[in-house]
């Protein structure tokens, strides 16, 4: 395979992934409401981010690192949301 087609395939994965969490942020910020959201789920996913962006870092793979530092920022904007709309009953 081409390194062309190679990092086309990456660069499309890398923005689906980035782009992934909008509609859950937008979602919860418009509804004010992040009760069906789960807390678990979105711990291990940022701290799988945060092991992602560590990993491109000591691998100096910049790719990586940029594309799973966006998706932490995303992912962490959903845990804060969820931490501050969730109605408690």
Request: glycine share 6%.
């Amino acid at each position: 395979m081409s390194s062309l087609v190679a990092n086309s395939v990456g660069t499309l994965a890398a923005l689906c992934s980035m782009s992934s969490f909008a509609p859950q942020i937008a979602k919860i910020w418009r509804d004010r409401d992040a009760g069906e959201i789960s807390l678990a789920m979105y711990l291990v996913t940022v701290t799988g981010f945060c092991l992602w962006t560590a990993y491109g870092l000591f691998t100096r793979s910049w790719p990586v690192v940029v594309s799973n530092f966006v998706c932490l920022g995303m992912s962490a904007t959903v845990l804060a949301l969820k931490w501050r709309f969730s109605r408690h009953s």
